[in-house]
């Protein structure tokens, strides 16, 4: 099957999206299936490397930090891989290669399923928009790019209820996102776990806390941080890995916290060496309620971490309560859990071995993929383009004269 996917950033750049759609591709190439990837450069040159396509984009930081837009781009590009010929289109996107890959479906009849990733309510404030203002644009723009799915795939039951919510009508089917867990089970020397601890100032024999992810306001670490501005008694250490556009709001609150002597930043950290950070931890904890997936809780599993997770649809099925970790709803929650923790170091060792197993069991990325094929089967069986009207007949038409798309 020749299977293309499209997402706005790629490998070498890291995120949750990235993650999933890199997993995918590899698994569907394992399976024997034809795949490219479509999506942008960080740059305005578009080059192909590796069965990636990556088009010229142009920066718009002043609304949120690293994203890009395409720029207009030859036509051989697109043209390629309409004469490619793609079975299924798969977007992960709702932006410029989301564009691009359906004026390659209206041109090769390949039917088109989408990924719904990112929960953009939690994102308005961006543009400067109150959620009140925001929400209903979103629910617009997600309602029309979704009109021309034969399918959806929502990472979670509380995806799919969000997008019900957004009254849309095509099929959505619940996939957990998959992951190549091999790198979060890989045996790493001590010594060398111990050079990274030395780097990054850790102590050997106290338990640490770690935070995985980008330093925006939506991850809501504020209020893990005021929650254990409490605890500056205690002994524990807090890892923070990955930066962001709310690291210095963040810095600001660690020191107002009085939290400074047990704070540690990483700053960004390479993909390929994320694995070996999760062993520097004792405790995955996070208070977001702004996941879709959460990829970040199934990599905390998989390398033997409990969670300790604000309550939230997307845990269901990934966080199992007393075994895998706790989840909480306020502070006195959060303070009860943490206290047990740090109090019973024999019970954290067998949640952590829970952890492990469970994860092993539940999320690899080959059985995502497979999960995903059916679905690609599904759609290109039930295949039934899109109709559209006089309007957008003349503005393809008209493109389609244009040397540039």
């Known amino acids: 099957m020749r299977v293309l996917l499209a997402v706005d950033k790629y490998y070498p750049a890291v995120n949750g999206v990235i993650t999933s759609v890199k997993n995918l591709k590899e698994a569907l190439e394992r399976k024997g299936h034809d795949v490219k990837v479509l999506t942008l450069s960080d740059s305005v040159s578009t080059h192909v490397k590796d069965n990636v396509i990556y088009i010229g984009s142009l920066s718009v930081d002043k609304i949120y930090p690293d994203i890009r837009i395409k720029h207009p781009v030859m036509r051989k590009n697109i043209q390629d ?27 090769t009849g390949a039917p088109m ?13 961006y543009l ?3 959620k009140k203002m925001g929400t209903p644009l979103v ?8 009109s021309y799915m034969q399918e959806i795939i929502a990472p979670t039951e509380k995806t799919k209820q969000q997008l019900l919510g957004y009254g849309i009508s095509t099929k959505i089917t619940v996939i957990p996102t998959g992951l190549d867990l091999t790198k979060y089970n890989a045996v790493y020397s001590e010594d060398l776990i111990e050079r990274l601890r030395e780097k990054h100032s850790l102590k050997r024999d106290v338990p640490t806390l770690i935070f995985v992810g980008r330093l925006g306001k939506e991850k809501n670490l504020l209020e893990v941080i005021n ?21 210095k709001t963040i810095e600001l ?29 004792s405790l995955f904890v996070s208070a977001s309620q702004s996941e879709t997936q959460g990829l970040t809780y199934i990599e905390a599993l998989s390398s033997g971490l409990p969670l300790l997770c604000k309550k939230d649809e997307c845990l269901d099925n990934v966080l199992l309560e007393n075994k895998t970790g706790w989840s909480f709803n306020n502070e006195a929650e959060f303070k009860e859990h943490l206290t047990f923790f740090l109090s019973n170091p024999e019970i954290a060792k067998e949640m952590s071995k829970n952890a492990k197993e469970f994860a092993l069991a539940s999320f690899s ?9 059916k679905i690609y089967e599904n759609a290109i069986a039930l295949n039934n383009p899109k109709k559209r009207g006089i309007i957008k007949y003349i503005y393809h038409a008209f493109f389609d004269r244009m040397p540039l798309v």
Do not use: C
């Open 113 to 125: 399923v989408h990924t719904y990733h990112t929960d953009y309510e939690d994102y308005v404030h």
């Open 253 to 281: 609150q660690i020191a107002a916290t009085g939290l400074n002597d047990k704070t540690i930043f990483t700053g960004m950290v390479s993909q390929d060496d994320i694995a070996l950070y999760y062993r520097l931890g």
């Open 81 to 107: 891989l309409i004469e490619w010929k793609p079975d299924i289109i798969h977007t992960n996107t709702e932006f410029s290669t989301y564009t691009l890959a359906k004026d390659i479906s209206r041109k």
């Open 365 to 373: 990325s080959d059985t995502f993929a497979d999960k995903v094929l």
């Open 139 to 146: 629910k617009s723009y997600i309602k029309h790019v979704t």
């Open 227 to 247: 929650y254990l501005s409490d605890y500056k008694d205690k002994e524990f250490q807090f890892l923070i890995v990955g930066d962001g556009p709310d690291r």
């Open 128 to 130: 400067a928009l109150s």
